[in-house]
């Protein structure tokens, strides 16, 4: 009998965490059956606030003002190293003294001047709070007693050090601050920092910032003292929640900022990586790099920085992650010396490698590797995280994936400074490959056995010609650009001095990655195929209300809530790599701390249906490490099987019952016939008061929780080659458009799709049907998709989508009305030359977007800020005179600016 290999994947249908699910009703649960619930809805999509929390040093470090105070307190610093450079002007503040304090504004960079009150003290810091913040539902005593605590004496328990505060471990391990006023006080100033953020923004804000005008006494902007700032709203209140754990963080984060300031030569990259790594080192959860979902992200150029844009949280992820792993390395010490370098960019990495006997290529080599396999290799630590907040980040997926009845592959690309790109053979034997690229090109290759149970093996090839026995359950060829290209390198690459480069930005700061040299490599390859089947099963639709753990202790109906299970049915027995679950958007959805446990049971059954049954294996995952959005636990080192007869639980509980995670429902079903919700998929474990006794439940509707399992085991059956039997269909779609891509197939055992446009891989795209929504010129293209089983592979027609632009258009602006920005879309059914003005009622330009731009077909987005506009009614209006024919557009439309 031959002998085949199953991977089997079930994934849930959302990866972004829509914000207000709620419970519209929710009644008792009755006949040990049923716990009601009516679903709610959802109003707009919202990442949570933490997701789009910034901190300021790229803008403010960027302003001329500010790299003139740094050069200007660098000078005082040469003729004065120690030492009070003014005299202490709030040392001597006691509490409920009031002070008034020069404060900017972030939008425009000038100042004004605001009242504060004392709110909090120690013997090394001072809590300012702007007048009118604190309140009991604003900034209250929690807030400041909180903050006061972890500062001066203790921090969580993940911190280096908990009996310890932040200022003490900060200094430690970054260095001195700058004592100006030669108190060694701290002073912090809580305001509602101006940076364009409004309420019901989508945007990012401003968490807090450091200005280095304040460490140049002679500047009339100048507080003359050692000040960082803190955001009241929204990190600290925002709808009526106060939120007093966030601003902990952002402190430490900030005062790294500070410290760096007294020395510094950083590249803002490295910069902030220093900053979200003090996070970690004192105890908080850090950012979780969700980047590694996206290989496009994975290959960015190192100091990648896109200040002004959203795409700029995922360059602090990726820096807060690279930083973490450094420590991971080198230790808090060697890391923390990062802070006190004099050089930049690649000379202070070089440094802290050289000092280990080890140079920053085979840093940046192994970090690649630990994101994509995070497992500790025996004694082999260099390939993994240590720290709980970091186990669970891993790469999600390759860039490029061959499945089983592939035999032959060949690829040549490119890679920036810095980045990988990951490329899987699933279900191989004696493979071949041949390797060759640029000198600054490493290659490793990770095989992880047939046999799960023993761990992978990674080796390091040059470029040349080899040859993998195997059998592997997969094999990943890894490529990382790990040394500069020798040509198109601006001189500030290698070492940014602050002398030329005050703010650790330097001419190539954001500029340099828009037009980054490449190295190239390529590869070429062949195996026997180990067959495998590859299929996506969701037993969820799309989210329609949140069940809270532990249940809301407000309300005796849901007090007793403990857990939620879901059962899955797998066609075949296997190993559980992965378990993923969704949590909801809005920021109360998780909160607190302690650890979720996640456990495996078998079915049994019961009155109402199946329920989870014995225990077979348990995992606990710290809150602290999981995201509002798309969560993925892997298990590959657990060893978790399936039960022998197929279907199982898994099982989620939030042990402290102060904490609250909100996990994504869908609608459910009253359709018996539908196997995703008949017999009962998820169910609720409820005890006293809100039961009794205590038992599994479910919903009223049989609403699904949005869960998913990864599975990995053996299959043994017939096999029979897929063949395509519908072609997908080419088509035109209007702007803002829907369309479907389809593909129909046969073959045994069902076959695995993957979709590719113009080349590339769609990632997690791998069923039947591709959907386009909304759209525009960035989804047209050529679309095929590949077709695997056991029993070979085959690629689909090619078919071509394209943008149908009939007229000319102008939208309205969104929003509307609007405070600080909007934002101004048309449409170009054929190339113009393009004006776009902004006008008051009486007809005057107050602003001009495009001034006879050329622009080619398509849709056209611009952000208006109206930073100096009053309140009231404007007119944009668009001009647009086309090339090629003699069409002209004119239209103009009305939009409202409040404050």
Same mark, same amino acid.
């Given at each position: 009998?031959?002998?085949? @290999?199953?991977?089997?994947?079930?994934?849930?249908?959302?990866?972004?965490?829509?914000?207000?699910?709620?419970y519209?009703?929710?009644?008792?649960?009755?006949?040990?059956?049923?716990?009601?619930?009516?679903?709610?809805?959802?109003?707009?999509?919202d990442?949570?606030?933490?997701?789009?929390?910034?901190?300021?040093?790229?803008?403010?470090?960027?302003?001329?003002?500010?790299?003139?105070?740094?050069?200007?307190?660098?000078?005082?610093?040469r003729?004065?190293p120690?030492?009070?450079?003014?005299?202490?002007?709030?040392?001597?503040?006691a509490?409920g003294?009031?002070?008034?304090?020069?404060?900017?504004?972030?939008?425009?960079?000038?100042?004004?001047?605001?009242?504060?009150?004392?709110?909090g003290l120690?013997d090394?810091?001072?809590?300012?709070?702007?007048?009118?913040? @604190?309140?009991?539902?604003?900034?209250?005593?929690?807030?400041?007693?909180?903050l006061?605590?972890?500062?001066s004496?203790?921090?969580?328990?993940?911190?280096?050090?908990?009996?310890?505060?932040?200022?003490?471990?900060?200094?430690?391990?970054?260095?001195?601050?700058?004592?100006?006023?030669?108190?060694?006080?701290?002073?912090?100033?809580? /305001?509602?920092?101006?940076?364009?953020?409004?309420?019901?923004?989508?945007?990012?804000?401003?968490a807090?910032?450091?200005?280095?005008?304040?460490?140049?006494?002679?500047?009339?902007?100048?507080?003359?003292?050692?000040?960082?700032?803190?955001?009241?709203?929204?990190?600290?209140?925002?709808?009526?929640?106060?939120?007093a754990?966030?601003?902990?963080?952002?402190?430490?984060?900030e005062?790294q900022?500070l410290?760096?300031?007294?020395y510094?030569?950083?590249?803002?990259?490295?910069?902030?990586g220093?900053?979200?790594?003090?996070?970690?080192?004192?105890?908080?959860?850090?950012?979780?790099?969700?980047?590694l979902s996206?290989?496009?992200?994975?290959?960015?150029?190192?100091y990648?920085?896109?200040?002004?844009?959203?795409?700029?949280?995922i360059?602090?992820?990726?820096?807060?992650?690279?930083?973490?792993?450094?420590?991971?390395?080198?230790?808090?010490?060697?890391?923390?010396?990062?802070?006190?370098?004099?050089g930049?960019?690649?000379?202070?990495?070089?440094?802290?490698?050289?000092a280990?006997?080890?140079?920053?290529?085979?840093?940046?080599?192994?970090?690649?590797?630990?994101?994509?396999?995070?497992?500790?290799?025996?004694?082999?630590?260099?390939f993994?995280?240590?720290?709980?907040?970091?186990?669970?980040?891993?790469?999600?997926?390759?860039?490029?994936?061959?499945?089983? $009845?592939?035999?032959?592959?060949?690829?040549?690309?490119?890679?920036?400074?810095?980045?990988?790109?990951?490329?899987?053979?699933?279900?191989?034997?004696?493979?071949? *490959?041949?390797?060759?690229?640029?000198?600054?090109?490493h290659?490793?290759?990770?095989g992880?056995?047939e046999?799960?149970?023993?761990?992978p093996?990674?080796?390091?090839?040059?470029?040349?010609?080899?040859e993998?026995? $195997?059998?592997?359950?997969?094999?990943?060829?890894?490529?990382?650009?790990?040394?500069?290209?020798?040509?198109?390198?601006?001189?500030?690459?290698?070492?940014?001095g602050?002398?030329?480069?005050?703010?650790?930005?330097?001419?190539?700061?954001?500029?340099?990655?828009?037009?980054?040299p490449?190295?190239?490599?390529?590869?070429?390859?062949?195996?026997?195929?180990?067959?495998i089947?590859?299929?996506?099963?969701?037993?969820?639709?799309?989210?329609?209300?949140?069940?809270?753990?532990?249940?809301d202790?407000?309300?005796?109906?849901?007090?007793?809530?403990r857990?939620?299970a879901?059962?899955f049915?797998?066609?075949?027995?296997?190993?559980?790599?992965?378990?993923? @679950?969704?949590v909801?958007?809005?920021?109360?959805?998780?909160?607190?701390?302690?650890?979720?446990?996640?456990?495996?049971?078998?079915?049994?059954?019961?009155?109402?249906?199946?329920?989870?049954?014995?225990?077979?294996?348990?995992?606990?995952?710290?809150?602290?490490?999981?995201?509002?959005?798309?969560n993925?636990?892997?298990?590959?080192?657990?060893?978790?099987?399936?039960?022998?007869?197929?279907?199982?639980?898994?099982?989620?509980?939030?042990?402290?019952?102060?904490?609250?995670?909100?996990?994504?429902?869908?609608?459910?079903?009253?359709?018996?016939?539908?196997?995703?919700?008949?017999?009962?998929?998820?169910?609720? @474990?409820?005890?006293?008061?809100?039961?009794?006794?205590?038992?599994?439940?479910?919903?009223?509707?049989?609403?699904?929780?949005?869960?998913?399992?990864?599975?990995?085991?053996?299959?043994?059956?017939?096999?029979?080659?897929?063949?395509? /039997?519908?072609?997908?269909?080419?088509?035109?779609?209007?702007?803002?458009?829907?369309?479907?891509?389809?593909?129909?197939?046969?073959?045994?055992?069902?076959?695995?799709?993957?979709?590719?446009?113009?080349g590339?891989?769609?990632?997690?795209?791998?069923?039947?049907?591709?959907?386009?929504d909304?759209?525009?010129?960035?989804?047209?293209?050529?679309?095929?998709?590949?077709v695997?089983?056991?029993?070979?592979?085959?690629?689909?027609?090619?078919?071509?989508?394209?943008?149908?632009?009939?007229?000319?258009?102008?939208?309205?602006?969104?929003?509307?009305?609007?405070?600080?920005?909007t934002?101004?879309s048309?449409?170009?059914?054929?190339?113009?030359?393009?004006? *776009?003005?902004?006008?008051?009622?009486q007809g005057?330009?107050?602003?001009?977007?495009?001034?006879?731009?050329?622009?080619?077909?398509?849709?056209?987005?611009?952000?208006?800020?109206?930073?100096?506009?009053?309140?009231?009614?404007?007119f944009?209006?668009?001009?647009?005179?086309a090339?090629?024919?003699?069409?002209r557009? /004119?239209?103009?439309?009305?939009?409202?600016?409040?404050?």
């Open positions: 009998m031959v002998r085949y @290999f199953l991977f089997v994947a079930l994934f849930c249908a959302l990866c972004v965490a829509p914000a207000q699910g709620q519209v009703s929710q009644s008792l649960p009755h006949e040990g059956a049923e716990h009601s619930v009516q679903p709610g809805f959802w109003d707009r999509i990442l949570g606030l933490g997701a789009r929390l910034m901190c300021s040093a790229d803008g403010v470090l960027q302003d001329a003002q500010s790299q003139e105070a740094l050069r200007q307190y660098r000078e005082l610093r003729l004065q120690e030492g009070a450079l003014t005299e202490a002007l709030h040392a001597d503040a509490l003294d009031t002070r008034n304090f020069r404060v900017r504004n972030l939008t425009n960079n000038t100042w004004r001047t605001l009242g504060f009150t004392l709110r120690s090394e810091i001072r809590i300012w709070v702007e007048n009118g913040e @604190f309140a009991p539902d604003k900034v209250n005593e929690e807030v400041i007693e909180g006061l605590e972890v500062m004496n203790s921090t969580p328990a993940l911190s280096i050090d908990p009996e310890r505060g932040i200022i003490e471990i900060g200094t430690e391990v970054f260095g001195n601050m700058p004592n100006i006023d030669g108190s060694g006080i701290l002073n912090i100033l809580i /305001t509602d920092v101006i940076d364009g953020w409004t309420p019901g923004s989508t945007r990012g804000f401003v807090g910032f450091f200005d280095p005008v304040d460490l140049v006494p002679d500047n009339s902007n100048s507080n003359a003292a050692d000040i960082i700032y803190l955001n009241s709203r929204p990190l600290i209140y925002n709808e009526g929640q106060v939120n754990l966030r601003v902990r963080s952002v402190a430490a984060h005062l900022h410290i760096h300031a007294n510094g030569g950083l590249h803002i990259f490295q910069n902030e220093q900053s979200e790594w003090a996070e970690l080192l004192t105890g908080f959860p850090g950012r979780s790099p969700s980047y996206d290989p496009l992200e994975i290959d960015q150029e190192l990648t920085w896109r200040r002004n844009s959203p795409e700029v949280l360059d602090y992820q990726r820096a807060s992650l690279l930083h973490s792993y450094l420590f991971e390395r080198f230790g808090p010490e060697a890391t923390g010396a990062l802070t006190r370098s004099s930049g960019r690649l000379q202070a990495y070089e440094a802290l490698a050289a280990q006997g080890l140079s920053f290529e085979e840093i940046l080599r192994d970090f690649h590797i630990a994101n994509f396999i995070n497992l500790p290799l025996g004694a082999d630590t260099r993994s995280y240590g720290d709980i907040r970091r186990r669970a980040n891993r790469v999600t997926f390759p860039t490029f994936q061959y499945f089983s $009845g592939q035999t032959e592959a060949s690829r040549s690309a490119t890679l920036f400074y810095g980045g990988a790109e990951y490329s899987e053979f699933i279900g191989v034997e004696n493979l071949n *490959l041949t390797i060759s690229g640029s000198d600054g090109v290659f490793a290759v990770i992880f056995p046999d799960v149970n023993l761990d093996e990674v080796m390091f090839f040059e470029p040349g010609s080899y993998l026995p $195997g059998p592997f359950e997969r094999v990943v060829l890894t490529a990382v650009a790990v040394t500069p290209p020798e040509t198109g390198v601006p001189a500030s690459f290698l070492a940014d602050m002398a030329a480069d005050l703010s650790g930005e330097g001419s190539g700061g954001s500029v340099f990655p828009l037009n980054a490449t190295l190239s490599f390529s590869y070429s390859a062949s195996w026997q195929t180990l067959p089947v590859t299929r996506t099963l969701s037993y969820a639709g799309q989210p329609t209300a949140f069940a809270e753990l532990p249940g202790q407000r309300q005796e109906s849901r007090r007793g809530i857990k939620l879901k059962r049915s797998p066609e075949l027995p296997g190993r559980i790599t992965e378990v993923g @679950f969704t909801n958007g809005r920021d109360s959805s998780l909160v607190g701390g302690g650890d979720l446990r996640i456990s495996l049971h078998t079915v049994v059954g019961s009155t109402s249906g199946p329920v989870p049954g014995t225990e077979i294996e348990a995992v606990t995952v710290p809150l602290n490490q999981l995201v509002r959005g798309a993925s636990i892997n298990l590959s080192a657990a060893a978790w099987t399936t039960p022998a007869d197929g279907d199982f639980f898994i099982v989620f509980e939030v042990l402290n019952p102060a904490s609250r995670v909100e996990f994504l429902l869908d609608g459910g079903s009253n359709n018996a016939s539908d196997s995703n919700y008949f017999p009962v998929r998820t169910r609720l @474990f409820i005890e006293p008061p809100s039961a009794d006794p205590a038992d599994w439940f479910r919903y009223t509707n049989r609403n699904n929780l949005l869960a998913s399992v990864r599975i990995s085991g053996s299959y043994e059956g017939p096999v029979e080659a897929p063949e395509i /039997t519908r072609q997908p269909v080419s088509g035109t779609v209007v702007p803002g458009g829907s369309f479907t891509l389809e593909v129909a197939a046969t073959g045994t055992p069902e076959p695995v799709y993957q979709w590719f446009k113009d590339l891989p769609l990632y997690d795209e791998t069923g039947r049907m591709y959907q386009i909304d759209m525009d010129t960035a989804d047209e293209g050529i679309y095929t998709v590949r695997s089983n056991p029993g070979g592979s085959v690629l689909s027609s090619e078919t071509q989508v394209l943008l149908r632009l009939e007229d000319f258009t102008l939208s309205q602006n969104f929003p509307n009305p609007f405070r600080q920005s934002t101004i048309f449409i170009l059914p054929e190339e113009a030359v393009v004006g *776009l003005t902004i006008h008051d009622v005057r330009l107050v602003g001009t977007v495009l001034s006879g731009e050329l622009l080619q077909p398509g849709i056209h987005e611009y952000e208006w800020e109206s930073r100096w506009m009053a309140n009231g009614l404007f944009y209006r668009i001009h647009a005179e090339v090629n024919s003699d069409e557009f /004119t239209k103009a439309r009305k939009m409202i600016r409040l404050r």
